[in-house]
Protein backbone atom coordinates (compact mmCIF):
# COMPACT_ATOMS: atom_id res chain seq x y z
CA UNK A 1 0.00 0.00 0.00
CA UNK A 2 1.51 3.22 -1.42
CA UNK A 3 0.19 6.07 1.21
CA UNK A 4 0.19 9.38 -0.63
CA UNK A 5 2.56 12.29 0.45
CA UNK A 6 1.72 16.46 0.81
CA UNK A 7 4.29 16.16 -2.27
CA UNK A 8 2.19 13.87 -4.23
CA UNK A 9 -0.63 16.38 -3.63
CA UNK A 10 1.82 19.36 -4.76
CA UNK A 11 2.44 17.63 -7.70
CA UNK A 12 -1.33 16.61 -8.51
CA UNK A 13 -2.38 20.43 -8.24
CA UNK A 14 0.20 21.23 -10.66
CA UNK A 15 -1.22 19.05 -12.87
CA UNK A 16 -4.58 19.24 -13.01
CA UNK A 17 -4.60 22.91 -12.61
CA UNK A 18 -5.14 23.88 -16.28
CA UNK A 19 -8.15 20.78 -16.67
CA UNK A 20 -10.46 21.90 -13.01
CA UNK A 21 -11.67 25.12 -11.76
CA UNK A 22 -10.55 26.68 -9.01
CA UNK A 23 -14.00 26.99 -6.95
CA UNK A 24 -15.07 30.13 -5.20
CA UNK A 25 -16.12 30.17 -1.64
CA UNK A 26 -20.11 30.98 -0.60
CA UNK A 27 -21.21 32.46 2.99
CA UNK A 28 -24.70 33.17 4.25
CA UNK A 29 -25.25 35.47 7.14
CA UNK A 30 -28.42 33.67 8.04
CA UNK A 31 -26.45 30.31 7.89
CA UNK A 32 -24.23 32.08 10.05
CA UNK A 33 -26.99 32.91 12.33
CA UNK A 34 -28.47 29.99 12.53
CA UNK A 35 -25.69 27.62 13.39
CA UNK A 36 -23.64 29.91 15.29
CA UNK A 37 -20.74 29.60 13.77
CA UNK A 38 -19.24 31.37 10.55
CA UNK A 39 -19.87 29.12 7.99
CA UNK A 40 -17.49 29.03 4.74
CA UNK A 41 -19.16 26.68 2.07
CA UNK A 42 -16.17 25.72 -0.85
CA UNK A 43 -18.52 24.98 -3.67
CA UNK A 44 -17.10 21.60 -5.67
CA UNK A 45 -20.93 21.09 -7.12
CA UNK A 46 -19.43 24.28 -9.41
CA UNK A 47 -16.87 21.51 -10.87
CA UNK A 48 -17.55 20.94 -14.92
CA UNK A 49 -19.06 17.85 -14.13
CA UNK A 50 -20.47 19.15 -11.06
CA UNK A 51 -18.27 17.11 -8.43
CA UNK A 52 -14.91 16.94 -6.64
CA UNK A 53 -14.25 13.73 -8.35
CA UNK A 54 -13.42 15.54 -10.80
CA UNK A 55 -10.32 16.28 -9.23
CA UNK A 56 -8.76 12.93 -8.14
CA UNK A 57 -9.77 11.87 -11.66
CA UNK A 58 -8.00 14.41 -13.48
CA UNK A 59 -4.89 13.53 -11.09
CA UNK A 60 -5.04 9.88 -12.62
CA UNK A 61 -5.45 10.51 -16.34
CA UNK A 62 -3.48 13.24 -16.80
CA UNK A 63 -0.39 11.25 -14.80
CA UNK A 64 -0.08 8.47 -17.07
CA UNK A 65 2.48 7.73 -19.08
CA UNK A 66 1.84 8.01 -23.21
CA UNK A 67 1.91 4.27 -23.82
CA UNK A 68 -0.45 3.55 -21.19
CA UNK A 69 -2.73 6.61 -21.90
CA UNK A 70 -3.05 5.36 -25.56
CA UNK A 71 -4.92 2.12 -23.53
CA UNK A 72 -7.33 4.68 -21.74
CA UNK A 73 -8.61 4.43 -18.39
CA UNK A 74 -11.67 1.97 -16.49
CA UNK A 75 -13.61 1.87 -13.28
CA UNK A 76 -16.70 0.68 -12.48
CA UNK A 77 -19.05 3.24 -10.62
CA UNK A 78 -22.62 4.66 -10.98
CA UNK A 79 -22.06 7.54 -9.52
CA UNK A 80 -19.65 11.23 -9.67
CA UNK A 81 -16.48 8.93 -9.99
CA UNK A 82 -17.46 7.60 -13.32
CA UNK A 83 -18.54 10.89 -15.06
CA UNK A 84 -15.85 12.79 -13.57
CA UNK A 85 -13.25 9.98 -14.96
CA UNK A 86 -14.98 9.98 -18.46
CA UNK A 87 -14.63 13.81 -18.33
CA UNK A 88 -11.09 14.15 -17.52
CA UNK A 89 -10.18 11.01 -20.10
CA UNK A 90 -12.14 13.72 -22.69
CA UNK A 91 -10.03 16.34 -21.96
CA UNK A 92 -6.83 14.17 -22.53
CA UNK A 93 -8.54 12.61 -25.83
CA UNK A 94 -8.15 8.94 -24.23
CA UNK A 95 -10.77 5.94 -24.03
CA UNK A 96 -12.78 5.80 -20.65
CA UNK A 97 -14.66 2.31 -20.10
CA UNK A 98 -17.23 2.32 -17.35
CA UNK A 99 -19.08 -0.96 -15.74
CA UNK A 100 -22.17 0.31 -14.32
CA UNK A 101 -24.97 -1.80 -13.40
CA UNK A 102 -28.32 -1.99 -15.97
CA UNK A 103 -30.11 -0.77 -12.74
CA UNK A 104 -28.46 2.56 -12.76
CA UNK A 105 -30.48 5.47 -13.01
CA UNK A 106 -30.48 6.63 -17.09
CA UNK A 107 -29.16 10.41 -16.35
CA UNK A 108 -25.82 8.81 -14.92
CA UNK A 109 -25.90 6.92 -18.05
CA UNK A 110 -26.33 9.52 -19.86
CA UNK A 111 -23.85 11.88 -18.54
CA UNK A 112 -21.13 9.30 -18.91
CA UNK A 113 -22.20 9.17 -22.74
CA UNK A 114 -21.89 13.07 -23.07
CA UNK A 115 -18.23 13.02 -22.05
CA UNK A 116 -17.15 10.01 -24.49
CA UNK A 117 -17.11 6.99 -21.80
CA UNK A 118 -17.88 3.38 -23.12
CA UNK A 119 -20.50 1.73 -20.45
CA UNK A 120 -20.57 -2.34 -20.05
CA UNK A 121 -23.73 -2.87 -17.98
CA UNK A 122 -23.84 -5.87 -15.95
CA UNK A 123 -26.40 -7.48 -13.60
CA UNK A 124 -26.39 -5.30 -10.28
CA UNK A 125 -23.94 -7.92 -8.12
CA UNK A 126 -21.17 -7.29 -6.60
CA UNK A 127 -19.56 -10.83 -8.25
CA UNK A 128 -21.03 -9.58 -11.28
CA UNK A 129 -19.75 -6.29 -11.32
CA UNK A 130 -16.27 -7.69 -10.48
CA UNK A 131 -16.06 -10.50 -13.46
CA UNK A 132 -17.38 -8.01 -15.65
CA UNK A 133 -14.88 -5.62 -14.94
CA UNK A 134 -12.28 -8.25 -15.00
CA UNK A 135 -13.33 -8.81 -18.32
CA UNK A 136 -13.24 -5.26 -19.55
CA UNK A 137 -10.16 -4.77 -18.44
CA UNK A 138 -8.19 -7.91 -20.30
CA UNK A 139 -9.72 -6.32 -23.60
CA UNK A 140 -9.05 -3.02 -23.47
CA UNK A 141 -6.20 -2.56 -21.00
CA UNK A 142 -7.51 0.26 -19.37
CA UNK A 143 -5.85 1.61 -15.94
CA UNK A 144 -7.71 1.17 -13.25
CA UNK A 145 -8.81 4.12 -11.25
CA UNK A 146 -10.52 3.40 -8.10
CA UNK A 147 -13.44 5.81 -6.98
CA UNK A 148 -11.51 6.38 -3.98
CA UNK A 149 -8.59 3.73 -2.80
CA UNK A 150 -5.91 4.90 -4.81
CA UNK A 151 -2.95 7.70 -3.78
CA UNK A 152 -3.53 9.47 -6.97
CA UNK A 153 -6.67 9.64 -6.33
CA UNK A 154 -6.66 11.09 -2.97
CA UNK A 155 -4.05 13.15 -3.82
CA UNK A 156 -6.64 14.50 -6.43
CA UNK A 157 -8.58 14.90 -3.74
CA UNK A 158 -6.15 16.66 -1.36
CA UNK A 159 -6.03 19.77 -3.94
CA UNK A 160 -9.39 20.92 -2.67
CA UNK A 161 -8.45 21.68 0.84
CA UNK A 162 -5.38 23.51 -0.39
CA UNK A 163 -7.15 25.99 -2.24
CA UNK A 164 -9.58 26.46 0.86
CA UNK A 165 -6.89 27.41 3.19
CA UNK A 166 -5.13 29.65 0.60
CA UNK A 167 -9.04 31.01 -0.07
CA UNK A 168 -10.31 31.06 3.89
CA UNK A 169 -7.65 31.92 6.84
CA UNK A 170 -8.02 30.33 10.25
CA UNK A 171 -10.15 27.69 9.73
CA UNK A 172 -11.35 25.92 12.91
CA UNK A 173 -12.45 23.09 11.53
CA UNK A 174 -12.85 21.61 7.87
CA UNK A 175 -16.05 19.27 7.46
CA UNK A 176 -16.84 16.85 4.39
CA UNK A 177 -19.11 13.83 4.22
CA UNK A 178 -17.54 10.67 4.39
CA UNK A 179 -18.52 7.67 2.12
CA UNK A 180 -15.15 5.41 0.98
CA UNK A 181 -13.67 8.57 2.70
CA UNK A 182 -11.61 9.70 -0.66
CA UNK A 183 -12.12 13.42 0.00
CA UNK A 184 -12.16 13.43 3.91
CA UNK A 185 -8.87 11.61 3.01
CA UNK A 186 -7.57 14.22 0.53
CA UNK A 187 -8.20 16.61 3.05
CA UNK A 188 -6.04 15.00 6.19
CA UNK A 189 -3.33 14.56 3.36
CA UNK A 190 -3.14 18.29 2.95
CA UNK A 191 -4.31 19.73 6.26
CA UNK A 192 -1.89 17.78 8.30
CA UNK A 193 1.05 19.00 6.68
CA UNK A 194 -0.52 22.31 5.84
CA UNK A 195 -2.63 23.54 8.60
CA UNK A 196 -2.27 20.75 11.35
CA UNK A 197 -4.37 23.26 13.67
CA UNK A 198 -7.97 22.58 11.92
CA UNK A 199 -9.55 20.12 13.24
CA UNK A 200 -11.46 17.42 10.28
CA UNK A 201 -14.59 16.89 11.20
CA UNK A 202 -16.36 13.65 8.74
CA UNK A 203 -19.86 13.77 8.29
CA UNK A 204 -22.07 10.46 7.60
CA UNK A 205 -25.44 9.56 6.99
CA UNK A 206 -26.91 7.36 10.12
CA UNK A 207 -28.36 5.12 8.09
CA UNK A 208 -25.01 4.64 6.63
CA UNK A 209 -22.92 4.99 9.27
CA UNK A 210 -20.42 2.39 8.57
CA UNK A 211 -16.93 5.14 8.97
CA UNK A 212 -19.06 6.19 12.58
CA UNK A 213 -18.84 2.26 13.77
CA UNK A 214 -15.76 1.38 12.38
CA UNK A 215 -13.83 4.85 13.99
CA UNK A 216 -15.19 3.72 17.03
CA UNK A 217 -14.31 0.12 17.19
CA UNK A 218 -10.87 0.89 15.70
CA UNK A 219 -11.49 -1.22 12.29
CA UNK A 220 -13.04 -1.09 9.19
CA UNK A 221 -17.27 -2.39 8.89
CA UNK A 222 -18.28 -2.42 6.29
CA UNK A 223 -22.26 -2.89 5.57
CA UNK A 224 -24.23 -4.64 3.32
CA UNK A 225 -26.49 -2.79 2.02
CA UNK A 226 -26.67 0.77 3.69
CA UNK A 227 -30.00 3.09 2.44
CA UNK A 228 -30.49 6.58 2.78
CA UNK A 229 -30.78 9.57 0.63
CA UNK A 230 -27.22 10.55 0.75
CA UNK A 231 -26.32 8.00 -2.66
CA UNK A 232 -23.31 9.02 -3.02
CA UNK A 233 -22.02 7.53 0.60
CA UNK A 234 -22.87 4.34 0.44
CA UNK A 235 -20.07 2.69 -0.31
CA UNK A 236 -17.41 1.65 2.84
CA UNK A 237 -13.97 2.87 3.76
CA UNK A 238 -10.61 0.77 2.52
CA UNK A 239 -7.45 0.45 3.71
CA UNK A 240 -6.00 3.88 1.94
CA UNK A 241 -8.77 5.69 3.35
CA UNK A 242 -8.87 3.91 6.74
CA UNK A 243 -5.05 4.74 7.23
CA UNK A 244 -6.72 9.07 6.50
CA UNK A 245 -9.51 8.55 8.83
CA UNK A 246 -7.92 6.40 12.08
CA UNK A 247 -4.84 8.79 12.16
CA UNK A 248 -6.60 12.73 11.13
CA UNK A 249 -10.18 12.60 12.06
CA UNK A 250 -10.83 14.26 14.75
CA UNK A 251 -14.89 13.31 14.92
CA UNK A 252 -17.04 11.65 12.89
CA UNK A 253 -21.02 12.95 13.32
CA UNK A 254 -23.99 11.39 12.19
CA UNK A 255 -27.47 12.96 11.03
CA UNK A 256 -31.01 11.62 10.34
CA UNK A 257 -32.29 11.24 6.85
CA UNK A 258 -35.24 14.42 7.62
CA UNK A 259 -31.95 16.22 9.17
CA UNK A 260 -30.51 15.60 5.15
CA UNK A 261 -33.21 16.64 3.78
CA UNK A 262 -33.70 19.51 6.08
CA UNK A 263 -30.12 21.19 5.27
CA UNK A 264 -30.38 20.42 1.52
CA UNK A 265 -33.28 22.64 1.51
CA UNK A 266 -31.53 25.32 3.70
CA UNK A 267 -28.60 25.61 1.43
CA UNK A 268 -30.75 25.33 -1.57
CA UNK A 269 -32.47 28.24 -0.02
CA UNK A 270 -29.99 30.66 1.45
CA UNK A 271 -26.53 29.76 -0.31
CA UNK A 272 -28.69 29.22 -3.90
CA UNK A 273 -26.87 26.44 -5.07
CA UNK A 274 -28.07 23.31 -6.17
CA UNK A 275 -26.16 20.29 -4.09
CA UNK A 276 -26.70 16.41 -3.74
CA UNK A 277 -28.19 15.75 -0.65
CA UNK A 278 -24.85 13.80 0.35
CA UNK A 279 -23.33 17.75 0.46
CA UNK A 280 -26.09 18.65 2.63
CA UNK A 281 -24.84 16.21 5.82
CA UNK A 282 -22.20 18.30 7.10
CA UNK A 283 -24.80 21.36 7.38
CA UNK A 284 -27.06 18.92 9.09
CA UNK A 285 -24.20 17.78 11.58
CA UNK A 286 -23.39 21.08 12.19
CA UNK A 287 -26.38 22.44 12.89
CA UNK A 288 -26.97 19.58 15.32
CA UNK A 289 -23.57 19.85 17.02
CA UNK A 290 -23.67 23.56 17.65
CA UNK A 291 -21.85 23.59 20.87
CA UNK A 292 -19.11 21.86 19.53
CA UNK A 293 -18.70 24.98 16.16
CA UNK A 294 -19.84 27.14 18.05
CA UNK A 295 -18.20 31.05 17.50
CA UNK A 296 -15.89 29.16 14.98
CA UNK A 297 -14.57 29.23 12.10
CA UNK A 298 -16.16 26.06 10.53
CA UNK A 299 -15.01 25.21 6.38
CA UNK A 300 -17.46 23.52 4.62
CA UNK A 301 -16.79 21.16 1.17
CA UNK A 302 -20.14 20.85 -0.97
CA UNK A 303 -19.04 17.83 -2.83
CA UNK A 304 -21.11 17.64 -5.87
CA UNK A 305 -23.97 19.19 -7.04
CA UNK A 306 -25.67 16.12 -9.61
CA UNK A 307 -29.33 16.07 -8.13
CA UNK A 308 -32.64 14.65 -10.13
CA UNK A 309 -34.72 17.93 -10.45
CA UNK A 310 -37.30 16.07 -10.92
CA UNK A 311 -37.26 14.16 -7.94
CA UNK A 312 -36.90 16.32 -4.78
CA UNK A 313 -37.38 14.75 -1.27
CA UNK A 314 -38.63 17.97 0.28
CA UNK A 315 -41.92 17.92 -3.17
CA UNK A 316 -43.93 15.15 -2.50
CA UNK A 317 -42.60 13.73 0.48
CA UNK B 1 -35.67 64.62 -13.72
CA UNK B 2 -32.27 64.00 -12.69
CA UNK B 3 -30.45 61.51 -14.73
CA UNK B 4 -27.60 59.96 -13.11
CA UNK B 5 -23.98 60.22 -14.26
CA UNK B 6 -21.24 57.46 -14.65
CA UNK B 7 -19.43 59.46 -11.76
CA UNK B 8 -22.68 58.83 -9.53
CA UNK B 9 -22.53 55.03 -10.26
CA UNK B 10 -18.38 55.18 -9.25
CA UNK B 11 -19.60 57.00 -6.05
CA UNK B 12 -22.28 54.15 -5.37
CA UNK B 13 -19.71 51.57 -5.82
CA UNK B 14 -17.44 53.29 -3.33
CA UNK B 15 -20.62 53.68 -1.03
CA UNK B 16 -22.13 50.04 -1.34
CA UNK B 17 -19.42 48.17 -1.91
CA UNK B 18 -18.61 48.32 2.41
CA UNK B 19 -22.56 46.44 2.23
CA UNK B 20 -22.50 44.42 -0.98
CA UNK B 21 -20.84 41.28 -2.51
CA UNK B 22 -18.81 41.24 -5.54
CA UNK B 23 -20.40 38.25 -7.37
CA UNK B 24 -18.55 35.53 -8.51
CA UNK B 25 -18.89 34.37 -12.57
CA UNK B 26 -19.98 30.97 -13.42
CA UNK B 27 -19.38 29.52 -16.75
CA UNK B 28 -20.81 25.77 -18.02
CA UNK B 29 -19.15 24.33 -21.03
CA UNK B 30 -22.10 22.78 -21.51
CA UNK B 31 -24.17 25.40 -21.81
CA UNK B 32 -21.59 27.24 -24.22
CA UNK B 33 -21.80 24.38 -26.31
CA UNK B 34 -25.26 24.56 -26.67
CA UNK B 35 -25.84 28.12 -27.07
CA UNK B 36 -22.75 28.24 -29.22
CA UNK B 37 -21.41 30.64 -27.62
CA UNK B 38 -18.84 31.84 -24.40
CA UNK B 39 -21.53 32.50 -21.58
CA UNK B 40 -20.48 34.29 -18.73
CA UNK B 41 -23.32 34.35 -15.64
CA UNK B 42 -22.84 37.22 -13.19
CA UNK B 43 -24.40 35.61 -9.58
CA UNK B 44 -26.55 38.06 -8.10
CA UNK B 45 -28.47 35.52 -6.66
CA UNK B 46 -25.65 35.02 -4.18
CA UNK B 47 -26.37 38.77 -2.66
CA UNK B 48 -27.06 38.15 0.76
CA UNK B 49 -30.60 39.11 0.18
CA UNK B 50 -30.72 37.41 -2.95
CA UNK B 51 -30.67 39.97 -5.63
CA UNK B 52 -29.06 42.69 -7.52
CA UNK B 53 -31.93 44.84 -6.28
CA UNK B 54 -29.67 45.41 -2.82
CA UNK B 55 -26.95 47.47 -5.28
CA UNK B 56 -29.50 50.42 -5.42
CA UNK B 57 -31.22 50.08 -1.99
CA UNK B 58 -27.84 50.27 -0.43
CA UNK B 59 -27.14 52.79 -2.32
CA UNK B 60 -30.45 55.08 -1.60
CA UNK B 61 -29.83 53.99 2.38
CA UNK B 62 -26.10 54.88 3.07
CA UNK B 63 -26.74 57.97 0.57
CA UNK B 64 -29.08 59.57 3.47
CA UNK B 65 -27.79 62.12 5.57
CA UNK B 66 -28.33 61.56 9.23
CA UNK B 67 -31.27 63.83 9.39
CA UNK B 68 -32.86 61.74 7.05
CA UNK B 69 -32.02 58.41 8.13
CA UNK B 70 -33.28 59.10 11.57
CA UNK B 71 -36.68 58.77 9.66
CA UNK B 72 -35.47 55.65 7.88
CA UNK B 73 -36.83 55.16 4.14
CA UNK B 74 -40.37 53.47 2.91
CA UNK B 75 -41.30 52.36 -0.66
CA UNK B 76 -44.09 49.76 -1.80
CA UNK B 77 -43.20 46.62 -3.62
CA UNK B 78 -44.48 42.56 -2.83
CA UNK B 79 -40.87 41.68 -4.50
CA UNK B 80 -36.92 41.75 -4.14
CA UNK B 81 -36.76 45.51 -3.73
CA UNK B 82 -38.89 45.29 -0.38
CA UNK B 83 -36.56 43.09 0.93
CA UNK B 84 -33.23 44.22 -0.09
CA UNK B 85 -34.51 47.21 1.20
CA UNK B 86 -35.39 46.27 4.70
CA UNK B 87 -31.89 44.49 4.79
CA UNK B 88 -29.95 48.03 3.57
CA UNK B 89 -31.89 49.45 6.38
CA UNK B 90 -31.49 47.22 8.52
CA UNK B 91 -27.26 46.96 8.17
CA UNK B 92 -27.61 51.31 8.36
CA UNK B 93 -30.08 50.42 11.42
CA UNK B 94 -32.99 52.57 10.56
CA UNK B 95 -36.81 52.43 10.24
CA UNK B 96 -37.88 50.53 6.73
CA UNK B 97 -41.46 50.56 6.16
CA UNK B 98 -43.14 48.54 3.17
CA UNK B 99 -46.53 49.05 1.93
CA UNK B 100 -47.41 45.51 0.51
CA UNK B 101 -51.09 44.18 -0.40
CA UNK B 102 -52.20 41.46 1.70
CA UNK B 103 -52.42 38.84 -1.21
CA UNK B 104 -48.81 38.88 -1.08
CA UNK B 105 -46.69 35.49 -0.80
CA UNK B 106 -46.25 34.73 3.28
CA UNK B 107 -42.69 34.30 2.36
CA UNK B 108 -41.93 37.38 1.02
CA UNK B 109 -43.58 39.10 4.75
CA UNK B 110 -41.45 36.83 6.58
CA UNK B 111 -38.35 37.70 4.70
CA UNK B 112 -38.87 41.83 4.99
CA UNK B 113 -39.73 41.41 8.36
CA UNK B 114 -36.53 39.23 9.19
CA UNK B 115 -34.76 42.05 8.08
CA UNK B 116 -36.98 44.57 10.58
CA UNK B 117 -38.89 46.18 7.75
CA UNK B 118 -42.07 47.04 9.17
CA UNK B 119 -45.23 46.04 6.80
CA UNK B 120 -48.05 47.86 6.06
CA UNK B 121 -50.85 45.98 4.81
CA UNK B 122 -53.41 47.27 1.92
CA UNK B 123 -55.62 46.18 -0.38
CA UNK B 124 -54.13 44.54 -3.76
CA UNK B 125 -55.25 47.68 -6.09
CA UNK B 126 -52.96 50.37 -7.31
CA UNK B 127 -55.21 53.00 -5.90
CA UNK B 128 -55.25 51.14 -2.32
CA UNK B 129 -51.76 50.80 -2.69
CA UNK B 130 -50.82 54.99 -3.34
CA UNK B 131 -53.30 55.46 -0.51
CA UNK B 132 -51.32 53.61 1.93
CA UNK B 133 -48.75 54.10 1.04
CA UNK B 134 -48.92 58.35 1.38
CA UNK B 135 -50.37 57.55 4.89
CA UNK B 136 -47.29 55.97 5.79
CA UNK B 137 -45.15 58.30 4.20
CA UNK B 138 -46.31 61.03 6.02
CA UNK B 139 -46.47 59.18 9.20
CA UNK B 140 -42.75 58.36 9.30
CA UNK B 141 -41.17 60.91 7.08
CA UNK B 142 -39.30 58.15 5.64
CA UNK B 143 -37.39 58.50 2.59
CA UNK B 144 -39.27 57.01 -0.73
CA UNK B 145 -37.20 54.73 -2.22
CA UNK B 146 -38.88 53.63 -5.96
CA UNK B 147 -38.04 50.12 -6.79
CA UNK B 148 -36.21 51.60 -9.82
CA UNK B 149 -37.53 55.19 -11.28
CA UNK B 150 -34.80 56.41 -9.00
CA UNK B 151 -31.33 58.17 -9.99
CA UNK B 152 -29.81 56.49 -6.83
CA UNK B 153 -31.16 53.06 -7.40
CA UNK B 154 -30.10 53.41 -10.99
CA UNK B 155 -26.76 54.13 -10.14
CA UNK B 156 -26.71 51.53 -7.36
CA UNK B 157 -27.52 49.22 -10.10
CA UNK B 158 -24.76 50.24 -12.23
CA UNK B 159 -22.39 48.78 -10.28
CA UNK B 160 -22.59 44.93 -11.10
CA UNK B 161 -22.03 46.34 -14.55
CA UNK B 162 -18.92 47.69 -13.20
CA UNK B 163 -17.46 44.70 -11.50
CA UNK B 164 -18.86 42.57 -14.25
CA UNK B 165 -16.37 44.06 -17.08
CA UNK B 166 -13.59 44.06 -14.80
CA UNK B 167 -14.06 40.67 -14.33
CA UNK B 168 -13.89 39.33 -17.83
CA UNK B 169 -12.83 40.73 -20.80
CA UNK B 170 -14.12 41.83 -23.85
CA UNK B 171 -18.16 41.14 -23.55
CA UNK B 172 -19.71 41.57 -26.83
CA UNK B 173 -22.96 41.36 -25.06
CA UNK B 174 -24.27 42.07 -22.13
CA UNK B 175 -27.90 40.49 -21.66
CA UNK B 176 -30.45 41.05 -18.39
CA UNK B 177 -33.71 41.05 -17.87
CA UNK B 178 -36.26 43.81 -18.07
CA UNK B 179 -39.18 44.67 -15.94
CA UNK B 180 -39.41 48.34 -15.09
CA UNK B 181 -35.68 48.58 -16.12
CA UNK B 182 -33.32 49.25 -13.28
CA UNK B 183 -30.68 46.83 -13.74
CA UNK B 184 -30.93 47.36 -18.17
CA UNK B 185 -30.63 51.11 -16.83
CA UNK B 186 -27.58 50.94 -14.30
CA UNK B 187 -25.99 48.81 -17.52
CA UNK B 188 -26.62 51.59 -19.75
CA UNK B 189 -25.25 53.66 -17.74
CA UNK B 190 -22.13 52.09 -16.86
CA UNK B 191 -21.57 50.09 -19.90
CA UNK B 192 -22.03 53.39 -22.51
CA UNK B 193 -19.38 55.42 -20.42
CA UNK B 194 -16.83 51.78 -19.56
CA UNK B 195 -17.50 49.66 -22.54
CA UNK B 196 -19.47 51.64 -25.16
CA UNK B 197 -18.74 48.57 -27.79
CA UNK B 198 -20.64 45.83 -25.76
CA UNK B 199 -24.55 45.73 -27.15
CA UNK B 200 -27.04 45.63 -24.59
CA UNK B 201 -29.70 42.98 -24.84
CA UNK B 202 -32.93 43.26 -23.09
CA UNK B 203 -34.80 40.16 -22.54
CA UNK B 204 -38.53 40.04 -21.72
CA UNK B 205 -41.21 37.39 -21.19
CA UNK B 206 -43.87 37.50 -24.28
CA UNK B 207 -46.54 37.43 -21.54
CA UNK B 208 -45.28 40.69 -20.45
CA UNK B 209 -43.74 42.22 -23.56
CA UNK B 210 -44.54 46.09 -22.87
CA UNK B 211 -40.97 47.11 -23.26
CA UNK B 212 -40.85 45.49 -26.42
CA UNK B 213 -43.49 47.39 -27.48
CA UNK B 214 -42.49 50.51 -26.20
CA UNK B 215 -39.04 50.09 -27.87
CA UNK B 216 -40.72 49.46 -31.09
CA UNK B 217 -43.31 52.24 -30.57
CA UNK B 218 -40.86 54.61 -29.61
CA UNK B 219 -42.59 56.00 -26.24
CA UNK B 220 -43.78 54.05 -23.36
CA UNK B 221 -46.65 51.58 -23.49
CA UNK B 222 -47.89 49.82 -19.79
CA UNK B 223 -49.81 47.03 -19.21
CA UNK B 224 -52.32 46.72 -16.98
CA UNK B 225 -51.86 43.31 -15.43
CA UNK B 226 -49.52 40.78 -17.49
CA UNK B 227 -49.10 37.45 -16.28
CA UNK B 228 -45.83 35.80 -16.40
CA UNK B 229 -44.20 33.14 -14.11
CA UNK B 230 -40.89 35.96 -14.15
CA UNK B 231 -42.98 37.94 -11.60
CA UNK B 232 -39.80 40.10 -10.77
CA UNK B 233 -40.90 41.47 -14.27
CA UNK B 234 -44.69 42.60 -14.33
CA UNK B 235 -43.64 46.35 -13.85
CA UNK B 236 -43.71 48.83 -16.46
CA UNK B 237 -40.86 51.14 -17.71
CA UNK B 238 -40.82 55.13 -15.92
CA UNK B 239 -39.33 57.69 -17.45
CA UNK B 240 -35.70 57.20 -16.18
CA UNK B 241 -35.64 53.66 -17.15
CA UNK B 242 -37.17 54.95 -20.85
CA UNK B 243 -34.47 57.30 -21.12
CA UNK B 244 -31.70 54.77 -20.87
CA UNK B 245 -33.82 51.66 -22.83
CA UNK B 246 -34.42 54.28 -25.46
CA UNK B 247 -31.13 55.41 -25.72
CA UNK B 248 -28.62 52.61 -25.31
CA UNK B 249 -30.59 49.10 -25.77
CA UNK B 250 -29.53 47.60 -28.94
CA UNK B 251 -32.36 45.10 -29.04
CA UNK B 252 -35.23 43.60 -26.77
CA UNK B 253 -35.66 39.85 -27.32
CA UNK B 254 -38.59 38.17 -25.64
CA UNK B 255 -39.24 34.39 -24.68
CA UNK B 256 -42.17 32.39 -24.14
CA UNK B 257 -42.95 31.27 -20.83
CA UNK B 258 -42.16 27.20 -21.30
CA UNK B 259 -38.97 28.77 -22.64
CA UNK B 260 -38.52 30.61 -19.74
CA UNK B 261 -39.13 27.43 -17.74
CA UNK B 262 -36.72 25.49 -20.16
CA UNK B 263 -34.09 27.72 -19.70
CA UNK B 264 -34.16 27.80 -15.47
CA UNK B 265 -33.99 24.37 -15.56
CA UNK B 266 -30.94 24.27 -17.97
CA UNK B 267 -29.55 26.75 -15.26
CA UNK B 268 -30.26 24.75 -12.41
CA UNK B 269 -28.78 21.65 -13.66
CA UNK B 270 -25.71 22.82 -15.52
CA UNK B 271 -24.56 25.42 -13.46
CA UNK B 272 -26.06 24.17 -10.14
CA UNK B 273 -27.02 28.11 -9.19
CA UNK B 274 -30.76 28.22 -7.79
CA UNK B 275 -32.19 31.48 -9.82
CA UNK B 276 -35.79 32.86 -10.28
CA UNK B 277 -37.65 32.55 -13.46
CA UNK B 278 -36.96 36.06 -14.39
CA UNK B 279 -33.40 35.62 -14.20
CA UNK B 280 -33.86 32.52 -17.09
CA UNK B 281 -35.41 34.77 -19.23
CA UNK B 282 -32.04 35.94 -21.16
CA UNK B 283 -30.66 32.62 -21.47
CA UNK B 284 -34.03 31.68 -22.99
CA UNK B 285 -33.82 34.35 -25.61
CA UNK B 286 -30.01 33.54 -26.48
CA UNK B 287 -31.02 30.46 -27.34
CA UNK B 288 -33.81 31.56 -29.43
CA UNK B 289 -31.61 33.87 -31.10
CA UNK B 290 -28.50 31.68 -31.63
CA UNK B 291 -26.95 33.60 -34.91
CA UNK B 292 -27.35 37.24 -33.37
CA UNK B 293 -25.05 36.13 -30.29
CA UNK B 294 -22.84 32.95 -32.17
CA UNK B 295 -19.33 32.34 -31.66
CA UNK B 296 -19.18 36.14 -29.33
CA UNK B 297 -18.52 36.68 -25.49
CA UNK B 298 -21.53 37.08 -23.75
CA UNK B 299 -22.55 38.26 -20.20
CA UNK B 300 -25.71 37.31 -18.31
CA UNK B 301 -26.98 39.12 -14.81
CA UNK B 302 -28.74 36.25 -12.91
CA UNK B 303 -30.71 38.53 -11.43
CA UNK B 304 -32.10 36.80 -8.41
CA UNK B 305 -32.30 33.54 -6.68
CA UNK B 306 -35.56 33.58 -4.32
CA UNK B 307 -37.73 31.18 -5.70
CA UNK B 308 -40.53 29.35 -3.73
CA UNK B 309 -38.38 25.71 -3.40
CA UNK B 310 -41.90 23.92 -2.77
CA UNK B 311 -43.48 24.97 -5.92
CA UNK B 312 -41.12 24.24 -8.79
CA UNK B 313 -42.46 25.01 -12.57
CA UNK B 314 -40.91 21.77 -13.64
CA UNK B 315 -42.98 19.43 -11.25
CA UNK B 316 -46.72 18.88 -11.52
CA UNK B 317 -46.75 21.08 -14.66
Keep these: MYIPTYDDMLAAHERIQ ?17 AGCELFFKCENFQEPGAFKVRGASNAVFGLNEAQ ?18 YAAM ?36 SAREETFARVQAETGGDFVHPYNDPRVIAGQGTCAREFIEQVDG ?29 IIAAEPEQADD ?8 HIIADDAPKTIADGLLVPLKDLTWHFVSNHVS ?13 MKLTWKHLRVVMEPSSAVPL ?22 NVDLDKLPWING
Excluded at 97 to 113: E, F, G, I, L
Excluded at 289 to 298: E, I, L, Q, W, Y
Design 251 to 263: EIFTASEEEIVDA
Design 211 to 218: AYRSFKAG
Design 171 to 199: LDFAVAPIGGGGMISGTCLTLSNAAPETR
Design 18 to 34: PHIRRTPIRQSAYLNEL
Design 284 to 305: ATILKNRDHFAGKRVGVIITGG
Design 69 to 86: AQKGVATHSSGNHASCLS
Design 91 to 126: LRGIPCNVVMPHSAPQAKKDTVRRYGGKITECEPST
